[in-house]
């Protein structure tokens, strides 16, 4: 054992869910309902999404049946914060997206991960609020997440400082920031996302480089460090977001695989949205 | 977790082990420093074997023992939970204690340790190295902990093994006692290293079964997780003991509460937080959460008053003035005791040296100052250990030892063990000081006063001064009304026409004890430079909600006008320094707003002193005219007697040398001037030595193009009968004499 925290991006498993047919007209959606998603190309673009996971990256990707009671199930990243062998099941702050939890949290346990759950009825959060940089931890304080959730996810995670930083436009912490390597933030561009990153890197006792990409969505990227793979960022494709996806192309050191995202984003779905990923050591 | 701190009586079975051993150290070689002879010694230690509740004082202030009379026993719970016995001189200062100590366990790299106790009220305090130990412990037995005052960042720097298996020692209370929470998963590598490192390898003939349930690793250590410890002790086969320690400490540090220090506090809206004080800066929590950052260069001052505790923050990016945050503390002690956890983490990990070299010429800084060697100090001087690796036993591991050491300790409320978190239990554990508070807060005010008084000697210097700071102030504000030029001091006399206000106001709500401060000319410089109105200078952002807006509003109009056609993600580019031609991408360092430690910050003190020789060589070189000298006169206070030696009714001297040295610009007598002068600056620094406490109040003034100094002296003798009042003022006189050899000094003595 090299020693705690250290591999940040090492990812073993993925865990996607499915979309119902339900996403397209029941789904939360913060855009206007005009935009409508196209269903069949929403799925297919969640099975290329899932097939860079698992064949491309080759993560053993666990795939949790869709539900057509649970609009936003897709979103799997909200219901559950796993860190090392820990997973923290959340209380998402959208009701109707409760019932989520159960399907993952059978999912985690069959993982042998050590399940946390966020019992009091006070306390919510969203998956997509958590920002863990590989050093520590920044709760977006948003619509769908309060105090009283990152206090519980800051009692789950006790090895970590926890910071919180309002989320005063957008859905989420992460409808604008993550990380793109270790000690790299990348950032979108619009002033309530540089406010956050001020506000991080006043918290913070490490320091952090940061990618700043003109469109704040596009900032959602999914970083992993993988045996014989090195540095991948899965990120926005050129017809989403040129500018920003030029930005990306830049990066020389990470392999680089656009993924599309173009109808999930219209109800809010970003590319971490769709997959907790997990670290699945091999048992000693 | 209701257990109480590893007091002696818990320690009791293992102290008759350790005695003989205790006993043989406690007759040190160096006999020169006046230690009682070897039979006097062996009597005492054998009276306290005798009879364990017979307080050392008590066998201290018995009259038949003459010689005993100034020696005490001083107990020293180890961090091995071993109990170290010692007899010191009743007058000993801390750090001769401190100094016993780390001679009995063998540690050269002392600078991160330090000895503490618990006040009546059981908060944990540090020894004072420089004062006498019986001011610090009134009316407490002379029990003392040997413990980690600075957390080393990064403990593969120390230079020896001993020293970080002290720092593995101490680390594991912090675990076992709630204050160092950690997870499951960490708590079992720790344990496996901490196995590793006292029994060796995994060995299936002598291990038994349940070999690890014997020690304490967690706050509640589950089968789960010593079976875990044990798996992951078998793959460090191979590893030594000081392997094993290292990787402990790779690990531990990064636990983000390493190395803090939490205080229970509460904002200026009455919202219970902790802050905490650790190796680069101050951090506030509110429950589990770190709702803010302080770093060490962000602070430029940090001071207290009553139970408030005060830090005043470095103007960010876009704002203009700098911002004072207040906390309310529960009480003024709390407060005091936070203050100086500040400025000695503040001096060990920032300055590059402590605030001694000035003591030859004036005494710079507030009354308690950081005495020990800095960080950077200390690596030098490790760097130079050169005697072999010393052997030591690491064989702690009798049965549940840590768990002895549990030390209900500011935190374990917060950080504590408990699973629940529910809201009512943050609120309801309450560490026994705020009982003590919340009861004695009520019927306020006589209280208080009754505790004030009990405090120590320097708790009653420092109200003295309150009063005179106080005074200084309204003084300031008076002067303040007058239009002062602030560049004065700087460069030539000033022609009083040329007069601006001066904004020094932002002081004034804050008590004078301000050891991480610039010299006032620098802040009025600057807040001249950003010429703000006085009014909303003293509008300090006390809450921390406050700073947050200011965050959120700060940059509010830098991005947000489009200039031209360009959109913000132009100008970006167009602007971004690390633009390059070719197609690298812009990865940014994310500038932490933390301006690179000048000089003046490293060390303040020092660079006032400087910068007030400076200024006194510029008044000499501008061929001012000494006008007048004249020395004032001196009176005498009393200062309350040292409980212990009721019979010395003797009343202590205060003498006060009034020194006023006068300039006089030649020719420059303008009839314009303000009648009252303007006043240049003013410093006050103090100097404590084991008997004597030496105040020095610099004014300088400027009365109608005359220059006055006046430096003013207070030395208060505080000793006991044994000293020459009349010697010790000699040599205050001679030693006033030789650091300024330009004044005659007379002193006028009432008697």
């Not at chain 1, 869709?66 to 559950?80: M, S, Y």
């Not at chain 1, 989403?240 to 930005?247: I, L, N, Q, R, T």
């Not at chain 2, 923050?313 to 709390?334: C, M, T, V, W, Y």
């Not at chain 2, 690298?584 to 301006?595: A, R």
Request: aromatic share 6%.
């Amino acid at each position: 054992m090299a020693g705690l925290m250290a591999g940040f991006g090492h990812y073993t498993h993925a865990i996607v869910r499915g979309i119902p047919a339900s996403l397209v007209n029941e789904a939360l959606r913060t855009s206007p309902t005009e935009v409508e998603v196209d269903l069949s190309k929403a799925r297919r673009e969640h099975e290329a999404y899932v097939e860079v996971l698992g064949t491309r990256l080759g993560l053993e990707v666990v795939e949790l049946p869709a539900d057509e009671a649970l609009p936003d199930c897709v979103f799997v990243e909200d219901a559950a914060v796993v860190c090392g062998d820990t997973a923290l099941i959340t209380r998402t702050g959208a009701e109707s997206r409760r019932r989520e939890a159960e399907v993952m949290r059978g999912a985690l346990k069959d993982l042998n991960l050590n399940i946390v759950e966020m019992t009091d009825e006070n306390a919510t959060l969203d998956g997509g609020d958590v920002l863990f940089t590989g050093r520590e931890f920044f709760v977006g304080l948003s619509k769908r997440t309060n105090q009283r959730g990152a206090e519980i996810l800051a009692d789950a995670f006790k090895d970590y400082a926890v910071s919180t930083v309002p989320v005063l436009e957008g859905l989420h912490l992460k409808s604008f920031c993550s990380m793109g390597g270790p000690g790299l933030i990348v950032i979108g561009s619009s002033e309530p996302a540089q406010k956050a990153l001020k506000i991080m890197q006043q918290m913070s006792d490490h320091r952090y480089d940061k990618l700043t990409v003109p469109d704040d969505l596009a900032a959602n990227c999914i970083y992993m460090n993988l045996p014989n793979k090195g540095h991948v960022l899965l990120h926005c494709t050129s017809e989403e977001f040129p500018e920003s996806a030029k930005v990306f192309e830049k990066l020389k050191d990470h392999l680089l695989i656009p993924v599309s995202n173009m109808e999930k984003v219209k109800v809010d779905g970003a590319l971490t949205c769709c997959s907790v990923l997990i670290n699945k050591k091999a048992d000693i | 977790m209701t257990t109480e701190p590893g007091e002696p009586q818990e320690a009791q079975p293992k102290e008759a082990e350790s005695f003989p051993e205790a006993a043989a150290h406690s007759t040190p070689k160096q006999g020169g420093e006046g230690t009682p002879p070897r039979s006097q010694a062996k009597s005492s230690l054998t009276e306290d074997s005798g009879s364990h509740l017979s307080s050392s004082g008590r066998i201290a202030r018995s009259p038949a023992r003459t010689l005993s009379f100034r020696t005490m026993q001083a107990r020293v719970t180890l961090l091995d939970g071993s109990l170290f016995t010692c007899t010191v001189e009743k007058r000993a200062r801390g750090v001769q204690l401190f100094e016993k100590v780390c001679e009995h366990i063998n540690l050269l790299e002392r600078d991160y340790f330090s000895l503490s106790f618990r006040d009546a009220d059981n908060n944990k305090n540090w020894l004072d190295p420089v004062k006498e130990i019986k001011k610090q412990v009134r009316g407490i037995p002379w029990n003392f902990s040997f413990n980690v005052k600075f957390y080393p960042p990064d403990p593969a720097q120390l230079s020896e093994d001993i020293t970080r298996y002290f720092l593995c020692l101490q680390l594991r209370q912090d675990i076992v006692s709630g204050r160092l929470p950690c997870s499951f998963a960490t708590h079992t590598v720790l344990g496996s290293y901490t196995i590793q490192s006292e029994l060796g390898d995994y060995d299936p003939d002598e291990c038994g079964a349940d070999y690890v349930s014997e020690l304490c690793f967690a706050p509640n250590q589950t089968k789960e997780m010593e079976e875990k410890i044990m798996e992951l002790h078998r793959t460090h086969r191979g590893m030594t003991p000081a392997e094993a320690d290292l990787h402990f400490l790779e690990n531990v540090k990064k636990l983000s509460m390493y190395g803090v220090d939490l205080h229970h506090a509460r904002d200026s809206e009455g919202v219970a937080i902790m802050l905490g004080v650790c190796s680069s800066g101050l951090l506030v929590y509110r429950d589990r959460l770190r709702i803010n950052r302080f770093s060490w260069p962000k602070i430029l001052k940090i001071s207290y008053k009553r139970n408030n505790f005060y830090i005043k923050i470095r103007p960010g990016e876009f704002d203009q003035f700098e911002s004072i945050i207040g906390f309310k503390l529960l009480n003024h002690r709390a407060a005091k005791r936070l203050w100086k956890v500040c400025v000695e983490h503040h001096s060990f990990f920032r300055l590059l040296s402590p605030e001694e070299t000035p003591k030859k010429l004036l005494s710079l800084g507030s009354k308690f100052r950081y005495s020990g060697r800095t960080q950077i100090q200390s690596r030098r001087a490790s760097a130079q250990i050169s005697r072999p690796a010393p052997h030591f036993p690491r064989c702690i591991s009798k049965r549940n030892l840590l768990s002895r050491s549990l030390d209900g300790d500011m935190g374990t409320g917060l950080y504590g063990a408990s699973k629940a978190i529910a809201v009512s239990d943050l609120i309801t554990t309450v560490t026994p000081e705020r009982l003590m508070e919340e009861r004695r807060a009520e019927p306020v005010e006589e209280v208080l006063v009754m505790q004030e008084r009990m405090e120590d000697e320097e708790e009653v210097e420092e109200e003295e001064e309150d009063e005179e700071e106080e005074e200084e102030e309204e003084e300031r504000k008076g002067v303040e009304e007058e239009k002062i030029d602030t560049e004065v001091s700087q460069q030539s006399p000033p022609t009083p026409q040329k007069q601006e206000t001066k904004t020094e106001l932002t002081d004034t709500a804050v008590e004078g004890e301000l050891t991480n401060t610039e010299s006032d000319q620098d802040e009025d410089l600057k807040t001249q430079d950003t010429l703000g109105s006085p009014e909303e200078e003293q509008k300090p952002q006390s809450t921390i909600s406050a700073l947050r807006r200011s965050f959120l509003e700060e940059g509010a109009g830098g991005g947000g006008g489009g200039e031209g056609g360009l959109t913000e993600w132009e100008k970006r580019l167009a602007s971004s320094p690390l633009r390059r031609v070719d197609d690298s991408p812009m990865i940014e360092p994310l500038e932490l707003e933390e301006p690179k430690p000048t000089f003046d910050e490293m060390s303040p003190e020092l660079t006032a002193l400087l910068k007030s020789a400076r200024e006194q060589k510029t008044f000499r070189e501008h061929n001012l005219l000494k006008t007048s000298e004249k020395v004032e006169k001196v009176f005498l206070l009393t200062e309350p007697c040292d409980e212990d030696q009721p019979m010395v009714e003797q009343p202590q001297e205060v003498p006060v040398m009034r020194k006023t040295l006068t300039y006089e610009v030649p020719g420059s007598r303008v009839d314009s001037d303000p009648p009252a002068g303007l006043l240049l600056s003013s410093q006050t620094f103090t100097a404590e030595t084991s008997n004597t406490s030496t105040t020095t109040h610099i004014t300088k003034t400027l009365k109608g193009g005359i220059s006055e100094t006046r430096i003013e002296k207070r030395i208060v003798i505080s000793g006991d009968t044994e000293i020459d009042h009349d010697q010790a003022l000699a040599e205050a006189l001679s030693e006033a004499r030789r650091q300024h050899p330009e004044l005659s000094v007379t002193l006028k003595s009432q008697d």
